[in-house]
């Protein structure tokens, strides 16, 4: 019987951790990543992110998820709250054929209507609103409780992290 991948979540920015216990305890491990451009200030240097930041999948027993979530840096093994949930393979093997198709790529975050978001990049960073249309771009709309009142601003949704 084939051994599934699972997903795991991990703690900010410890995926790269997460992912060397892995192979330390030589169990399979897919920890996508791409290349970004970022400026600093006298240079621009080219930073290696996670895909999926928080995430990133292992195969094995199920019975052996108690001793991956022990792992120093894994918040949880997604899952029904009692066993692990198996990822598909063809999941696993779309974001591999991505990966090997020489296009940029980038995370693409899920955004909803209605969604609490917070400004993570530009120079709305660190504002907080609610989601209110999604096209090309999100409308989020910062909101005067005590008026009922609030201001919208349109932004590419890779800027914003929910809340």
Same mark, same amino acid.
């Given at each position: 019987?084939?051994?599934?991948?699972?997903? /795991?979540?991990?703690?900010?920015?410890?995926?790269?951790?997460?992912?060397?216990?892995?192979?330390?305890?030589?169990?399979?491990?897919? $920890?996508?990543?791409?290349?970004?451009?970022?400026?600093?200030?006298?240079?621009?240097?080219?930073?290696?992110?996670?895909?999926?930041?928080?995430?990133?999948?292992?195969?094995?027993?199920?019975?052996?998820?108690?001793? #991956?979530?022990?792992?120093?840096?894994?918040?949880? #093994? /997604?899952?029904?709250?009692?066993?692990?949930?198996?990822?598909?393979?063809?999941?696993?093997?779309?974001?591999?054929?991505?990966?090997?198709?020489? $296009?940029?790529?980038?995370?693409?975050?899920?955004?909803?209507?209605? #969604?609490?978001? #917070?400004?993570?990049?530009?120079?709305?960073?660190?504002?907080?609103?609610?989601?209110?249309?999604?096209?090309?771009?999100?409308?989020?709309?910062?909101?005067?409780?005590?008026?009922?009142?609030?201001?919208?601003?349109?932004?590419?949704?890779?800027?914003?992290?929910? /809340?």
């Amino acid at each position: 019987m084939p051994v599934n991948w699972y997903a /795991l979540h991990t703690r900010s920015q410890f995926e790269p951790i997460v992912s060397e216990q892995l192979t330390r305890i030589e169990l399979p491990v897919f $920890y996508p990543t791409y290349e970004q451009e970022s400026r600093w200030h006298d240079r621009i240097k080219t930073i290696v992110r996670p895909l999926l930041p928080g995430y990133l999948f292992s195969q094995f027993e199920p019975g052996d998820a108690g001793r #991956v979530q022990a792992l120093r840096g894994v918040a949880h #093994v /997604l899952g029904d709250g009692i066993n692990p949930i198996a990822i598909p393979d063809s999941e696993i093997a779309s974001v591999h054929q991505l990966l090997s198709s020489g $296009y940029p790529l980038s995370p693409a975050i899920h955004i909803q209507v209605g #969604v609490r978001v #917070v400004v993570e990049h530009g120079p709305l960073k660190g504002i907080e609103g609610v989601v209110l249309k999604l096209k090309k771009r999100c409308q989020v709309v910062v909101s005067i409780d005590l008026l009922q009142q609030g201001v919208g601003v349109e932004m590419n949704a890779e800027w914003l992290r929910v /809340l």
